[in-house]
C-alpha cells in the first residue's frame, strides 16, 4: 500500500509512538513541508517537546480519543500491537492506516537518488558518514538516521532535492517497503530472530531488498561476507563490492592512531582513488568508510568532497561516544547489542590509551539474549571486568526463560571476571569503587544503560 500525499499540504497525519527515533524523523519531515501533523507517545521527553515547538499536535498516553475523523492517515511502528487503542478507534472510522516503514517507502518514492543502508551492524554510523560526504557535496539531501548526528542538530534533515538518505532496517522485512537507487548491505548476521526462522530466511530477505535496486542504481556491498555472494548472483543492478582483502575497493596501508583510528589508502584494482583520516576508532570503521565510499563514487561525487565529509565526522551519539573523564577513567558509550558489535566495540576499546577496560553491558530484549546466548558469552573475551545490567526487555515480557545471571555464570566459565548488578545505582557506587585513574568505562547496549556512565561522571 502507498499513498500519494507528498504533494497534498491539506493532509492531517497522526503517528502511534511520535517519540521514537525513526517515527519522529518522518514526522519532522512532514512538519517542514507545512503538513497537518499530531502524534501521541507513553511518555514526554526531548523529542516530543521539540516537535511541540514546531507545530505538531502531541499527545502524551495513547487512547482512543486522539483519534477523530479529521485525521486523514494513521502510521504506526512494527511494535505496536493490534489491540492499540489507537490503531482500533482508526479502523472503527475507516482511517486508513500504513506502516512506519511503508510511509517511509512512499516518501522515498518521490526522490530518484535514494540511498538506503542496509546490514545487521554499522548502519547508523554508515549512514552518518553516506550523509556527511553529501553534505560536503552541497546535494542538499533529506536525511533520516537512527541516531543523533551533531552534522544536522538531530536525527532529520528535511532536503530539497532527488537525494535521500537513510537507514534500512531489515526487522520485520522493513526495508522490503523502499525504493533504493543506491542499495548498501553492510553484512548479514543473525538477529531478529523473533521474527526470522533462522539465518538463511535473513539471507533472503537482503536478497529481495538487493532485487528492489531498479537496473541502472547500484549494489554496494562488503565482499568477505560469505553470505553476499548470493546475494550478489541474484541481484539485477550494477554491484561494487569493497573490503580489506579483496572486493572492487579496498584499504590499503592501514595504520592506527594512538586513539585507535585509522589512516589508509583506498584503491580501485591497483589505481589509488584517495588517503582517509578516520576520526572514529576502530577496525570496523575502515569497513563502514568503504561502504561510504562506494556509494558516494555510485553518485559520482568528487574525491575531495569524499575526503572533506569522512574527515568531518567525529561520530554519532551512542556509536563509541566519549561521554567525559572523571578522575583519569575514562567514560565511552555504545550501542552494540549484538554479539558481532560487541566484539568490534571492545576491540576499539583496546586500542584506546588504557590501564584496564571495565565494560558495564545491558542485554537487550530476552529474544535476543536467549537466541544469542552462546554468541553473548564469548564476546566479553579480553575485557578486564564486566558487569551485566538486567536485561532491557523493550517489546517483551520476562518469562523467566533467560537472565543477566544465567549469562553472567556462563561468561565466568571462561575466565572472565563477571558479575549482574541489578540497579543502576549499585552499579555506579561499585564503579566508584573500584574504578581507577587510567581505566575505560565502556557502558554498552541499546537499552538505557547510557545513564549509568553519566551517573558514575556527576557522582
Given at each position: 500500500?502507498?499513498?500519494?500525499?507528498?504533494?497534498?499540504?491539506?493532509?492531517?497525519?497522526?503517528?502511534?509512538?511520535?517519540?521514537?527515533?525513526?517515527?519522529?524523523?518522518?514526522?519532522?519531515?512532514?512538519?517542514?513541508?507545512?503538513?497537518?501533523?499530531?502524534?501521541?507517545?507513553?511518555?514526554?521527553?526531548?523529542?516530543?517537546?521539540?516537535?511541540?515547538?514546531?507545530?505538531?499536535?502531541?499527545?502524551?498516553?495513547?487512547?482512543?480519543?486522539?483519534?477523530?475523523?479529521d485525521i486523514d492517515l494513521v502510521v504506526y511502528t512494527a511494535a505496536i500491537s493490534e489491540d492499540n487503542p489507537e490503531l482500533m478507534r482508526a479502523k472503527e472510522l475507516n482511517i486508513p492506516?500504513?506502516?512506519?516503514?511503508?510511509?517511509?517507502?512512499?516518501?522515498?518514492?518521490?526522490?530518484?537518488?535514494?540511498?538506503?543502508?542496509?546490514?545487521?551492524?554499522?548502519?547508523?554510523?554508515?549512514?552518518?558518514?553516506?550523509?556527511?560526504?553529501?553534505?560536503?557535496?552541497?546535494?542538499?539531501?533529506?536525511?533520516l538516521v537512527g541516531g543523533q548526528l551533531d552534522a544536522i542538530n538531530g536525527n532529520v534533515r528535511p532536503g530539497n532535492s532527488d537525494y535521500f538518505v537513510t537507514e534500512a532496517c531489515e526487522?520485520?522485512?522493513?526495508?522490503?517497503?523502499?525504493?533504493?537507487?543506491?542499495?548498501?548491505?553492510?553484512?548479514?548476521?543473525?538477529?531478529?530472530?523473533?521474527?526470522?526462522?533462522?539465518?538463511?530466511d535473513i539471507e533472503n530477505a537482503f536478497i529481495k531488498f538487493a532485487k528492489l535496486i531498479p537496473n541502472d542504481g547500484y549494489l554496494v556491498c562488503y565482499a568477505e561476507d560469505e553470505r553476499?555472494?548470493?546475494?550478489?548472483?541474484?541481484?539485477?543492478?550494477?554491484?561494487?563490492?569493497?573490503?580489506?582483502?579483496?572486493?572492487?575497493?579496498?584499504?590499503?596501508?592501514?595504520?592506527?592512531?594512538?586513539?585507535?583510528?585509522?589512516?589508509?589508502?583506498?584503491?580501485?584494482?591497483?589505481?589509488?582513488?584517495?588517503?582517509?583520516?578516520?576520526?572514529?576508532?576502530?577496525?570496523?570503521?575502515?569497513?563502514?568508510?568503504?561502504?561510504?565510499?562506494?556509494?558516494?563514487?555510485?553518485?559520482?561525487?568528487?574525491?575531495?568532497?569524499?575526503?572533506?565529509?569522512?574527515?568531518?565526522?567525529?561520530?554519532?551519539?551512542?556509536?563509541?561516544?566519549?561521554?567525559?573523564?572523571?578522575?583519569?577513567?575514562?567514560?565511552?558509550?555504545?550501542?552494540?547489542?549484538?554479539?558481532?558489535?560487541?566484539?568490534?566495540?571492545?576491540?576499539?576499546?583496546?586500542?584506546?590509551?588504557?590501564?584496564?577496560?571495565?565494560?558495564?553491558?545491558?542485554?537487550?530484549?530476552?529474544?535476543?539474549?536467549?537466541?544469542?546466548?552462546?554468541?553473548?558469552?564469548?564476546?566479553?573475551?579480553?575485557?578486564?571486568?564486566?558487569?551485566?545490567?538486567?536485561?532491557?526487555?523493550?517489546?517483551?515480557?520476562?518469562?523467566?526463560?533467560?537472565?543477566?545471571?544465567?549469562?553472567?555464570?556462563?561468561?565466568?566459565?571462561?575466565?572472565?571476571?563477571?558479575?549482574?548488578?541489578?540497579?543502576?545505582?549499585?552499579?555506579?557506587?561499585?564503579?566508584?569503587?573500584?574504578?581507577?585513574?587510567?581505566?575505560?568505562?565502556?557502558?554498552?547496549?541499546?537499552?538505557?544503560?547510557?545513564?549509568?556512565?553519566?551517573?558514575?561522571?556527576?557522582?
Open positions: 500500500m502507498t499513498f500519494d500525499f507528498i504533494n497534498d499540504k491539506n493532509k492531517n497525519i497522526h503517528f502511534i509512538g511520535i517519540g521514537g527515533i525513526s517515527m519522529s524523523g518522518l514526522a519532522e519531515i512532514l512538519l517542514n513541508r507545512s503538513f497537518k501533523v499530531s502524534g501521541s507517545d507513553m511518555k514526554a521527553s526531548p523529542i516530543t517537546d521539540t516537535l511541540s515547538t514546531r507545530g505538531a499536535e502531541i499527545h502524551i498516553g495513547q487512547k482512543k480519543d486522539n483519534i477523530n475523523k492506516t500504513i506502516t512506519r516503514a511503508e510511509f517511509l517507502g512512499s516518501i522515498m518514492k518521490g526522490h530518484k537518488f535514494n540511498i538506503a543502508v542496509a546490514g545487521t551492524h554499522g548502519k547508523t554510523t554508515t549512514t552518518s558518514m553516506v550523509s556527511h560526504i553529501c553534505l560536503d557535496a552541497d546535494l542538499d539531501p533529506t536525511i526487522y520485520k522485512g522493513s526495508f522490503l517497503e523502499f525504493f533504493p537507487y543506491v542499495g548498501v548491505i553492510l553484512n548479514i548476521d543473525a538477529d531478529h530472530l523473533d521474527y526470522y526462522k533462522d539465518i538463511n553476499m555472494k548470493n546475494v550478489i548472483s541474484q541481484s539485477n543492478c550494477n554491484v561494487v563490492t569493497y573490503g580489506i582483502d579483496s572486493g572492487d575497493v579496498v584499504a590499503k596501508n592501514i595504520v592506527f592512531n594512538e586513539k585507535g583510528c585509522a589512516y589508509f589508502d583506498v584503491y580501485r584494482g591497483e589505481s589509488k582513488l584517495l588517503s582517509i583520516q578516520l576520526n572514529i576508532p576502530g577496525k570496523h570503521n575502515i569497513l563502514n568508510a568503504l561502504a561510504s565510499i562506494c556509494s558516494a563514487l555510485s553518485l559520482n561525487i568528487s574525491y575531495e568532497n569524499i575526503v572533506n565529509g569522512l574527515q568531518s565526522y567525529k561520530g554519532t551519539h551512542r556509536r563509541f561516544e566519549l561521554k567525559g573523564v572523571k578522575n583519569g577513567v575514562t567514560v565511552v558509550d555504545d550501542y552494540a547489542h549484538h554479539p558481532t558489535e560487541v566484539k568490534a566495540t571492545l576491540s576499539a576499546a583496546k586500542n584506546y590509551p588504557h590501564k584496564k577496560i571495565f565494560c558495564v553491558f545491558q542485554p537487550h530484549t530476552y529474544s535476543r539474549t536467549i537466541n544469542l546466548f552462546n554468541e553473548f558469552s564469548e564476546a566479553f573475551d579480553g575485557v578486564d571486568e564486566l558487569i551485566l545490567a538486567d536485561i532491557y526487555a523493550a517489546r517483551e515480557k520476562d518469562t523467566g526463560i533467560v537472565s543477566s545471571s544465567m549469562l553472567a555464570d556462563k561468561v565466568k566459565e571462561r575466565g572472565v571476571k563477571c558479575s549482574n548488578i541489578h540497579s543502576f545505582d549499585e552499579i555506579v557506587s561499585y564503579l566508584n569503587k573500584n574504578l581507577e585513574n587510567g581505566d575505560i568505562l565502556l557502558t554498552v547496549g541499546a537499552g538505557d544503560v547510557f545513564k549509568i556512565g553519566e551517573m558514575y561522571l556527576k557522582n
